[in-house]
């Protein structure tokens, strides 16, 4: 039986080939900014496509680990109240964090984590998002490597998914609600 999906592909933001270019520079500018002992710190899930293709990038010396938050439930909107779902395993303390994201929409994930990692004592914590989504920033947060800015679309695909679907889609594409009933009269 398949499932039902109440979202579809409506536009396609960035291909495979603009994205590679740009996890390239970002990876270009990370090289050049830290010389040794990085800890890179993906959040799950949506960070897992792009985490594994920049650290390709790397050559400095670095760990991996993940931390999970749940924070938007079954729909598009953060609720602002973040919690932790996995941490991460490494000790931290006098450590060069890099946290890696997908998407920095409200603001309220990344300001979450920063505090909660301050708590460790690291001796840096610097963001890398793939995307900013400037206008719906609800806190101040500051992003110190970002690849694009877009608008306020929600997005899907390179790990990004709406209700946990288009995951594997290889480019960025923007979703929009299907309208149910009209949907279902066009294809009876
Ligand atoms: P924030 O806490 O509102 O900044 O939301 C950040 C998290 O929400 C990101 O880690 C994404 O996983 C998810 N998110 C925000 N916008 C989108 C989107 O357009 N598509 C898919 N996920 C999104
Ligand atoms: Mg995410």
Same mark, same amino acid.
């Given at each position: 039986m398949s499932e039902e999906i109440d979202y579809e592909i409506k536009s396609i933001l960035f291909t495979k080939e603009e994205i590679n270019e740009k996890v390239k520079e970002l990876a270009i500018e990370i090289n050049s900014f830290y010389s040794e002992n990085l800890f890179i710190i993906g959040i799950l899930k949506g960070a897992f496509m792009f985490l594994a293709d920049l650290i390709r990038y790397l050559d400095i010396n670095l760990? *991996? #680990?993940f931390i999970e938050v749940s924070s938007y439930g079954a729909n598009t909107e953060s609720s602002g109240n973040i919690?932790? *779902?996995k941490d991460i395993k490494m000790d931290v303390k006098g450590r060069d964090i890099l946290m890696v994201e997908d998407i920095v929409d409200s603001g309220f994930?990344?300001?979450y984590l920063k505090e909660e990692f301050k708590k460790r004592e690291p001796k840096s914590i610097k963001v890398c998002s793939l995307l900013d989504k400037p206008s719906r920033r609800k806190v101040n947060i500051n992003? #110190?490597?970002c690849g694009?800015?877009?608008p306020d679309a929600f997005v899907v695909?390179?790990?990004m998914d709406v209700n946990e679907h288009f995951r594997n889609l290889p480019f960025i594409a923007i979703v929009d609600k299907v309208n149910k009933k009209e949907f279902k009269q066009t294809n009876v």
């Open positions: 760990k *991996v #680990d919690n932790i *779902v994930t990344i300001a992003l #110190d490597f694009f800015s877009i695909g390179y790990g």
